[in-house]
Nanobody
Framework: QVQLVESGGGLVQAGGSLRLSCAASGLTISKYDMGWFRQGPGKEREFVAAISWRASNTYYADPVKDRFTISRDHAKNTVYLQMNSLGPEDTAVYYC???????????????????WGQGTQVTVSS
C-alpha cells in the first residue's frame, strides 16, 4: 500500500522559512517523478515544484522560483520542499504527489499524479 505522509507545515511570519517533508512508503521515490502542489483558500490546486525520477532535474512554478527548493533523499525515501521568503500568498495546504511518468520532464498537472498525501497546512501571517 502506497503512503505519502507530509509534515513540517505550520504558522510562520512573512519572510520566514519552512521545510516540508514527504515520507514515502510502498513505493521507491527514485522511480517516480515527485511533485508538490498546493491549494489555497478558495483556490484550485496548483503546481509548486517537481523533481524528475531520471536525473533529479527540478522544476518550479513561477511564483516560487528562487524561493523554494525541492530535493529528495533516496536513503530516507523522502522528498523535501524548502520554502524561503514566505509571504501570505503562500498560505495553502501543501500536498506531496508521485507520478509513474516517463516523459522527459515531470508533469505540472495534478491529474497526472497517481499517489497523493493528505496534505500539510502552511499559514503565513503578514
Amino acid at each position: 500500500q502506497v503512503q505519502l505522509v507530509e509534515s513540517g507545515g505550520g504558522l510562520v511570519q512573512a519572510g520566514g522559512s519552512l521545510r516540508l517533508s514527504c515520507a514515502a512508503s510502498g513505493l521507491t521515490i527514485s522511480k517516480y517523478d515527485m511533485g508538490w502542489f498546493r491549494q489555497g483558500p478558495g483556490k484550485e490546486r496548483e503546481f509548486v515544484a517537481a523533481i524528475s525520477w531520471r536525473a533529479s532535474n527540478t522544476y518550479y512554478a513561477d511564483p516560487v522560483k528562487d524561493r523554494f527548493t525541492i530535493s529528495r533523499d533516496h536513503a530516507k525515501n523522502t522528498v523535501y520542499l524548502q520554502m524561503n521568503s514566505l509571504g501570505p500568498e503562500d498560505t495553502a495546504v501543501y500536498y506531496c504527489a508521485a507520478d509513474w511518468g516517463r516523459s522527459a520532464t515531470p508533469s505540472d498537472v495534478a491529474s497526472e499524479y497517481e499517489h497523493w498525501g493528505q496534505g500539510t497546512q502552511v499559514t503565513v501571517s503578514s
